[in-house]
């Protein structure tokens, strides 16, 4: 998927629609765990960076590694810990949601930019 105008929600469902067709079931707290973290790569993108330039996610045996560009060089920070949840703040937990639930982060810079990957377990 290409372009800022990629929405939240078309990411997760071509997360679900990829991860319906495997030829082993994945187990629905997976696939929820796929989409969520698919959603926190886009709306990053859109919040913190002017927009998504392009998504790309690939699905193995095993896992479904996801990838969000964009064109900041900015990169993610960890403003608040998943211990210190509360619910009265808002913001900050996306990106130690994203490093909890996947098995491997990596963040490319670029002269254009960033691309930020991760892999998922299935």
């Not at 993108?45 to 896992?63: I, Y």
């Not at 210190?84 to 808002?90: I, K, M, N, P, T």
């Amino acid at each position: 998927m290409q372009g800022s105008r990629v929405h939240p929600a078309d990411v997760r469902r071509q997360v679900g629609a990829a991860l319906s067709t495997c030829a082993t079931p994945v187990p629905e707290t997976r696939i929820q765990d796929a989409q969520l973290v698919a959603t926190e790569l886009v709306t990053n993108a859109l919040l913190h960076a002017g927009g998504l330039d392009e998504f790309q996610l690939d699905v193995s045996e095993r896992h479904i590694h996801l990838t969000a560009v964009d064109s900041s060089t900015e990169l993610p920070t960890r403003q608040r810990s998943l211990a210190s949840f509360d619910a009265a703040v808002s913001g900050g937990f996306g990106w130690p949601l994203i490093c909890h639930l996947a098995e491997d982060t990596e963040i490319r810079l670029s002269g254009a930019g960033k691309a930020i990957s991760v892999r998922l377990p299935l």
